[in-house]
């Protein structure tokens, strides 16, 4: 089973932290499919600091996520630790999570994010000084390495041990590939091989099936699912369900779909407000669509819709439609 020093997950799966997706509503939507830990979007330890309004919204955790993971990024020492610090002391978060992974150039331009991938030696001295500073567990999630002639996972997952981290989540990517090409499982049983602390893979986890053969074949603790949960909590259960019992549940109807994403869309609303939880919404609704057959008009719909009514609306009016097509077809 997992477990990250003292906390223990009820399962090996993992919620990866995404970017603009993995706020409080989300997070606490996978949760209730059974999530064994969830973990928040990358926050800003410049944003901490300076009390940025929008950032310390984003330090909101729903009790009933927990065991939660808050992961936060810089590329200075000072700045990363008293973000940390301020965490420790002010979040109900059970996990605090450094992020070397991220490949995008803003990011990357402040010395954070995948650019610690080129420096184990930094990378002791920046976990070393945040696990120091707290009393939280600290993990790291990073990349495999920056590109094909700079692969120092093994070398910098020992560095996140050496500094006292409790937990490495590896992505089988470089940052040059960004999310295309293949995830490489190899270099991530490399990784848990070196290291004596739990490991985490990540990486074109899309089936339950992936997930068991991920955990097979490369020996790690526990698996993070990212894209695949996108509009998909399903994927989160039937992973769960399938590492438990061996057997494969289906997939949800249309109807149930459409209703958790209006639940996703009612705790948005409750986090943000409506106009800002709708626009954001767009794209998650999208997503709950994806794969479904007759979406097409509804998608395209979607970007319209200003307020809940709206976006209920055209939802449930598509639900009512393909339910009638399938009972003309009966």
Same mark, same amino acid.
Not at 66 to 88: H, N, R, T, W, Y
Not at 109 to 132: Q, R, T
Not at 174 to 185: I, S, V
């Given at each position: ?172 990517? !470089? #940052? =040059? ?6 995830? %490489?499982?190899?270099?991530?049983? +490399?990784? *848990? @091989? ?112 200003? !307020? #809940? =009514? ?6 449930? %009016?598509?639900?009512?439609?393909? +339910?009638? *097509? @399938?009972?003309?077809?009966?």
């Amino acid at each position: 089973m997992l477990k990250i020093r003292d906390i223990e997950m009820k399962n090996p799966v993992v919620l990866a932290p995404m970017a603009g997706v993995c706020n409080s509503a989300f997070r606490l939507t996978v949760k209730e499919f059974g999530a064994g830990l969830v973990c928040a979007e990358m926050i800003s330890d410049k944003g901490i600091l300076y009390k940025n309004e929008k950032t310390l919204n984003m330090l909101y955790i729903d009790e009933r996520e927990k065991p939660m993971s808050l992961q936060i990024f810089g590329g200075e020492k000072e700045s990363l630790v008293e973000a940390a610090k301020f965490v420790d002391k002010n979040t109900n978060a059970d996990i605090i999570d450094i992020n070397m992974g991220c490949p995008v150039n803003k990011v990357i331009k402040c010395e954070a994010g995948a650019k610690w991938l080129l420096d184990p030696n930094k990378i002791y001295e920046m976990v070393a000084a945040v696990v120091d500073a707290v009393e939280k567990p600290v993990t790291v999630k990073m990349r495999m390495g920056w590109d094909d002639k700079h692969i120092y996972a093994v070398e910098n997952a020992r560095a996140v041990e050496r500094a006292g981290g409790s937990a490495v989540s590896l992505h089988g990517r !470089t #940052r =040059e590939q960004m999310y295309e090409g293949h995830a %490489n499982w190899d270099i991530i049983r +490399e990784v *848990k @091989q070196a290291v004596n602390i739990p490991v985490i893979g990540n990486g074109d986890v899309k089936t339950p099936q992936d997930a068991k053969r991920m955990l097979d074949e490369t020996g790690v603790d526990g698996v993070m699912i990212g894209r695949a949960a996108l509009g998909n909590p399903w994927m989160i259960y039937r992973t769960v369900k399938y590492l438990e019992t061996g057997e494969l549940i289906g997939e949800p109807s249309i109807r149930e779909k459409i209703d958790v994403c209006i639940l996703h869309l009612d705790r948005l609303i409750a986090l943000k407000n409506e106009e800002i939880a709708v626009r954001e919404m767009r794209k998650h609704a999208a997503w709950y669509l994806k794969g479904l057959r007759g979406n097409a008009k509804v998608r395209n719909g979607i970007n319209a819709c200003e !307020t #809940r =009514e709206d976006l209920v609306t055209l939802l449930r %009016n598509y639900v009512e439609e393909q +339910e009638a *097509k @399938q009972k003309q077809a009966v």
